[in-house]
């Protein structure tokens, strides 16, 4: 089966700017994940959806990123204004369900801002 | 509590070696706990995972080493070769909490020829 496709790959901007990832998972998954992982660090959840409903957003900074899933499949993640410490690699994620354990992680989208 | 604590930060092996990479967790709710690897430019992979009702779990030439009563659990890699060089991460998760992965703050692994 196909892997979890994320676009673009890099994106360099300027702080104060906008910018969006966008994520296909894996065909049937119905939970998908967005991760923070900064240079060094493990991977931070962002936000969890069930379908296209949000299960889990506690550790999303909402005064500037938003995220949504289309229709239960894609998903795009934004960041607006952008600050130089959201430098980092943003990753999606997708399992079958809520509570499946096995998450399977696309390539990732590296973001430098300065 | 929410922290899953991981050592060392890197690790240099010669090939064969045995390296040994340790996590340590607070949170007693956490029921699962994987590990993933991780290649430059890639996503984490999952590699192998255990649940607390098991102290040890095998597949292939890794082997998970769980301690429910230290809240500790290790990740050996048997006969190391220089295509496991990799960062390697644990996490722990709760399935009533979603699944959500805690990560450990990732480990260096670099297997010489």
């Known amino acids: 089966e196909a892997g979890v496709a994320q676009s673009p790959r890099y994106k360099i901007i300027e702080k104060r700017q906008s910018v969006a990832f966008w994520c296909n998972p894996i065909s049937g998954h119905a939970t998908l994940y967005w991760y923070q992982q900064i240079l060094g660090q493990g991977p931070k959840l962002l936000i969890q959806?069930?379908?296209?409903?949000?299960?889990?957003d506690s550790q999303l900074p909402k005064d500037r990123f938003s995220a949504e899933r289309l229709k239960g499949v894609d998903s795009t993640l934004k960041i607006q204004p952008a600050k130089l410490e959201d430098s980092a690699v943003y990753l999606c994620a997708s399992s079958r369900r809520v509570g499946a354990y096995e998450q399977y992680f696309g390539p990732g989208t590296r973001l430098t801002v300065t | 509590q929410q922290q899953v604590k991981q050592s060392p930060q890197s690790l240099i092996v010669q090939k064969g070696g045995i390296p040994i990479i340790n996590c340590a967790y607070e949170?007693?709710?956490?029921?699962?706990f994987p590990w993933y690897q991780q290649f430059p430019g890639k996503g984490p992979a999952l590699l192998i995972a255990?649940?607390?009702?098991?102290s040890e779990k095998k597949e292939g030439r890794f082997t998970i080493s769980f301690n429910k009563s230290a809240k500790q659990f290790s990740l050996h890699i048997m006969d190391s070769q220089p295509g496991d060089s990799a960062t390697y991460f644990c996490?722990?998760?709760?399935?009533?909490?979603?699944?959500?992965?805690?990560f450990g703050e990732g480990t260096q692994l670099t297997v010489n020829p």
């Open positions: 255990i649940r607390p009702d098991v």
């Open positions: 996490a722990a998760s709760i399935e009533s909490s979603g699944s959500r992965l805690t």
């Open positions: 949170n007693t709710a956490f029921d699962y």
């Open positions: 959806f069930q379908n296209n409903g949000v299960v889990d």
